[in-house]
């Protein structure tokens, strides 16, 4: 009696393993990805072309190695070439990243980028809102300034060219990455999304600012930055991991401008520390804004926050200066046209 042997058919190897490979082959074996491999794996995870399992290795595996400037600036590219946002023509001065959310303090740095709308300076930020519990984040705290969030990248457009100021989530412009960062209570740990959504500049400003938690990816921002020919950018440790400047504390500024890498000390405000407020009030942001209220603290941070991007924007030539005229921002603002600038 004979018997036929039929050998199982191999399954072929998913084009999205060697990147996981590359990343998760041991301590010896394992590398970064080099910035086209990181585009080439990037591209594949917004075609929607890797499977769960992958993304979640892939994500983890680079949230233990943390990423490179050289991987951040594959990862970027490869999200705008996706979304198109090298097609968007709006004029924008600066754009603000805001995805951390604030815990301590109230999100002073708002009333800061509404400082410079008041002042003629196109501001266009974007952010993403609940992924982290206990969270106070920028989208929620606009309502208690009567500020509609754009619906759309055409109505954000519309915005920025009336009132000078718009925000607009990543839900909105970019659904795949923001649902990546939805998986941060799912995963237990942020990915690589949280950084790169940063530097993506949906509207091409020459000026991008930005803010991080971990002072070890200041310099990572940066390089990633000057890879992507950001002509200038500015990346601060910030209260909260948000774009603001905490006026207690020496205040690191690394920045980006034509290639050329510079960083600069800004000292503290304040010889003593605050005390942290017991509860945020977000009621406090109209009334500060309206002069109806007084909080040195609060002061500080807008203003110092507003300095760093002025100086950032070549308003000004010095610290003192740019000091000096966030100052003189804040005194001849008008209390009442952040409501008209916004309104829906």
């Given at each position: 009696m004979t018997f036929s042997h039929h050998e199982a058919t191999p399954i072929p190897e998913h084009p999205f393993a060697p990147y996981i490979r590359i990343l998760g082959k041991?301590?010896?074996?394992?590398?970064?990805?080099?910035?086209?491999?990181?585009?080439?794996a990037m591209a594949m995870i917004m075609a929607g072309e890797v499977k769960p399992e992958q993304l979640g290795a892939f994500m983890m595996l680079m949230r233990v190695k943390e990423e490179s400037p050289e991987e951040l600036a594959g990862f970027v590219k490869a999200v705008r070439d996706a979304v198109g946002l090298a097609e968007n023509r709006v004029h924008v001065d600066l754009d603000w990243s805001t995805y951390a959310g604030k815990r301590r303090h109230l999100p002073w740095f708002l009333l800061s980028a509404l400082l410079?709308?008041?002042?003629?300076?196109?501001?266009?930020?974007?952010?993403?809102?609940?992924?982290?519990?206990?969270?106070?984040?920028?989208?929620?705290?606009?309502?208690?300034?009567?500020?509609?969030?754009?619906?759309?990248?055409?109505?954000?457009m519309r915005q920025i060219e009336e009132r000078?100021?718009?925000?607009?989530?990543?839900?909105?412009?970019?659904?795949?990455?923001?649902?990546?960062?939805?998986?941060?209570?799912v995963l237990g740990l942020r990915s690589p999304v949280h950084t790169l959504v940063?530097?993506?500049?949906?509207?091409?400003?020459?000026?991008?600012?930005?803010?991080?938690?971990?002072?070890?990816?200041?310099?990572?921002?940066?390089?990633?930055?000057?890879?992507?020919?950001?002509?200038?950018?500015?990346?601060?440790?910030?209260?909260?991991?948000?774009?603001?400047?905490?006026?207690?504390?020496?205040?690191?500024?690394?920045?980006?401008?034509?290639?050329?890498l510079s960083d600069e000390n800004w000292p503290a405000l304040f010889k003593l520390r605050h005390v942290k407020p017991e509860t945020l009030e977000p009621e406090h942001l109209p009334l500060i804004w309206q002069g109806q209220m007084e909080d040195d603290f609060a002061l500080a941070s807008i203003t110092g926050t507003a300095a760093v991007a002025l100086k950032l924007l070549g308003k000004a030539d010095s610290q003192e200066q740019a000091q000096q005229l966030a100052e003189q921002f804040w005194q001849t603002r008008n209390k009442t046209k952040h409501q008209k600038l916004i309104a829906a």
């Open positions: 041991g301590k010896k074996g394992s590398r970064p990805l080099t910035q086209e491999e990181a585009y080439q410079l709308a008041d002042h003629g300076i196109k501001v266009f930020m974007h952010g993403a809102s609940g992924h982290s519990a206990g969270r106070f984040y920028t989208q929620e705290a606009l309502a208690y300034l009567g500020i509609t969030p754009a619906q759309s990248t055409g109505e954000a000078n100021f718009s925000y607009l989530s990543l839900e909105q412009f970019c659904p795949k990455l923001n649902d990546i960062i939805e998986l941060r209570p940063r530097l993506l500049n949906p509207f091409n400003a020459q000026y991008s600012i930005q803010g991080i938690f971990h002072p070890g990816y200041r310099p990572v921002h940066q390089l990633a930055a000057a890879l992507l020919e950001q002509p200038h950018m500015a990346v601060l440790k910030g209260e909260g991991g948000e774009t603001e400047r905490n006026p207690d504390m020496d205040c690191l500024v690394q920045s980006v401008h034509l290639g050329e």
